[in-house]
């Protein structure tokens, strides 16, 4: 598989060389250069399979050319070994349309650790066959930060350098990352919001003072390897509610439009999908661009689900390629629009080309705390508010009642005790794996949200690229 720039200028690559490129050097996000397909035949053959399985398979198109079959299968039992779920992603049904996908049961407690075991391995893989190391640059609003970090600490031939949004993560968040004591960790919190992390590091990968001497890699979602590895847990709860013979929605609480990407790959993979909901919370720009098209910046406001206070989606460049006829020059006019106005219009072959699948909701304060009352009073289950904007959006989608409606859920409701506890009067307990997160020693430096400062403690600390 090769793997093209949505920006149309850099070189493609394989799928080893785009997992340690992370972005493209012409600031665009790699993607597939074709989107492989399964019959129905073929994806009726996938039921009942465990997990790892079921993952080599769905990942096996975009490797090919890169890893061995059995390799891939070797470091997908490997990284869904760490689950504390059998299932990995386990479906639980509300009521007689609604169910959760359950994807917190990894080592993290949130979703991104079902993506982040597999990426940690593949890139100790590709690391391996080479003399270079990897400086990683990343920014998190709470959950990428922990589930990287547990993924390669300790890992040689690689630094992790993660900024988040100093006191607007919540502490086990927080903690989650500055405990882990292991040399090769940097956690660093800096003034500002997400966003201004997110445009930080994106600005390292073009800064050549950097890249001259340090192989900046990505472990956010403008990583592809981020995204294939999510495609799977569709397909996982697709084919135990009947697919392909039935269709089934999902709603996707949505901040950087990564989970929910990975649903629309799904789709053009050939799982019968009915629609993706996009379910943001106020920071709803994605809600304004699904509904009027209008993609333009606006404030972050800070809200009880954190991890979702983001203003620009970066992979929403990833669907503006794909339906706006795949021409990497005028995305990028579009982009360095975006990027000098803060706004941008969607084209009509945008518009109609993403209201084909996708349709979106925001959920403000009283709608998250009511969903997670509800979850709890009428099905018994304790939510968290990001899983919460997404059921909020499923049980207000109208979507047909013969078709089963699956809200992702996100994080654990532990990681977010006090919003929970607020809506339910209950405290949401850590699972025992880590259970002593309080006790633990910290570790952080704290930065201006200036960009030569960061740019300078990542350069004193990181290893030269060979
Ligand atoms: C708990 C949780 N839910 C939902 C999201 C949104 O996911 P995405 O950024 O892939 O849209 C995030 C992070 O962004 C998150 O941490
Ligand atoms: N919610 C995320 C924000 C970063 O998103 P990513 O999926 O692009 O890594 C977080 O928790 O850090």
Redesign the pocket.
Do not use: E, R, W, Y
């Given at each position: 598989m090769e793997y093209i720039s949505t920006r149309g200028s850099a070189p493609a690559l394989d799928f080893a060389g785009a997992t340690l490129a992370g972005l493209a050097s012409d600031g665009g996000l790699y993607v597939p250069s074709a989107w492989p397909r399964f019959s129905e035949a073929e994806i009726a053959a996938l039921a009942g399979m465990p997990y790892a399985e079921l993952a080599a398979k769905i990942m096996w198109p975009f490797v090919e050319g890169s890893l061995a079959y059995d390799r891939l299968l070797e470091l997908t039992t490997a990284a869904y070994g760490r689950f504390s779920h059998k299932a990995v992603t386990p479906l639980r049904q509300l009521d007689e349309q609604n169910w959760l996908l359950e994807l917190?049961h990894g080592p993290t407690l949130?979703?991104?650790d079902v993506a982040l075991q597999m990426l940690g391995l593949l890139f100790e893989e590709f690391l391996g066959r080479s003399d270079r190391n990897l400086t990683i640059v990343g920014a998190?609003?709470?959950?990428?930060g922990s589930a990287a970090i547990d993924a390669v600490a300790g890992r040689d031939k690689v630094q992790i350098f993660m900024l988040h949004p100093k006191g607007r993560v919540s502490d086990v968040q927080r903690k989650q990352m500055t405990t882990v004591l292991a040399d090769n960790v940097h956690n660093i919190a800096i003034e500002g919001s997400?966003d201004d992390a997110q445009a930080m590091v994106k600005r390292m990968f073009n800064d050549t003072v950097m890249t001259d001497r340090f192989a900046i890699g990505a472990v956010n979602?403008i990583n592809w390897a981020r995204l294939m590895a999510?495609v799977v847990y569709y397909f996982a709860a697709a084919l135990q509610l009947g697919a392909p013979a039935r269709k089934v929605a999902f709603s996707?609480?949505?901040?950087?439009?990564?989970?929910?990407?990975?649903g629309y790959v799904a789709a053009q993979m050939g799982l019968p999908i009915e629609k993706l909901i996009v379910a943001t919370n106020v920071n709803d720009i994605?809600h304004r661009a699904l509904a009027h098209g209008d993609y333009s910046q606006g404030t972050v406001t800070p809200t009880e689900?954190p991890?979702?206070d983001?203003q620009v989606?970066?992979?929403f460049e990833r669907l503006l390629f794909d339906v706006g006829g795949r021409d990497g020059k005028a995305l990028a006019a579009q982009m360095a629009g975006f990027e000098a106005s803060k706004a941008m219009q969607l084209t009509n072959a945008q518009r109609e080309g993403a209201a084909a699948l996708f349709q979106s909701a925001a959920a403000d304060a009283d709608a998250m705390r009511d969903t997670i009352r509800w979850a709890r009073e009428a099905c018994g289950e304790l939510i968290?508010p990001?899983?919460a904007?997404?059921l909020y959006a499923a049980r207000n989608g109208g979507i047909d009642p013969a078709v089963p409606v699956v809200t992702?859920a996100?994080?654990h409701p532990a990681?977010f005790p006090d919003a929970v506890s607020r809506a339910t009067g209950e405290h949401p307990v850590l699972p025992a794996r880590v259970g002593d997160l309080f006790e633990r020693e910290e570790r952080m430096v704290e930065l201006s949200g200036d960009y030569d400062a960061v740019a300078a403690f990542v350069a004193e600390h990181a290893t030269a690229k060979v």
């Open positions: 917190f949130a979703f991104k998190t609003s709470g959950d990428t997400f979602s999510q996707v609480p949505t901040g950087n439009f990564g989970d929910v990407f990975a994605l689900a991890s979702m983001i989606s970066s992979n968290d990001h899983t904007c997404g992702l996100t994080a990681k």
